[in-house]
């Protein structure tokens, strides 16, 4: 009997696009969280970790997704699932 998995999302972020949130998340002096578990994609955040809301400054393509800043690495996620589709190093 075999287990149907979800697909995981993942989304690219051109370089330039990189450039901009790494500089507002400088710029703006995000606060960095803890997360006990390790970050990577397709893994659910756990419910304690803040998701704070994408500025506008990044694009439309973004404002569907929430993020957070740990580990000097801003990580995108779907808000619905709280799943991991992007890490910006």
């Given at each position: 009997m075999g287990?149907?998995?979800a697909?995981?999302?993942s989304i690219e972020v051109e370089p330039e696009q990189r450039?901009?949130?790494?500089e507002y998340v400088q710029r703006e002096r995000v606060p960095s969280v803890r997360v006990?578990?390790?970050?990577?994609?397709?893994?659910?955040?756990?419910a304690e970790v803040e998701l704070r809301r994408v500025p506008e400054s990044w694009g439309p393509r973004f404002s569907r997704y929430r993020y957070f800043y740990a580990d000097?690495?801003?990580?995108?996620?779907?808000?619905?699932?709280?799943?991991?589709?992007?890490?910006?190093?």
């Open positions: 287990s149907a998995k697909q995981t999302v450039t901009v949130i790494r006990e578990e390790r970050v990577t994609i397709g893994r659910r955040v756990p000097d690495r801003v990580v995108l996620v779907e808000p619905g699932d709280r799943e991991v589709v992007h890490i910006i190093d």
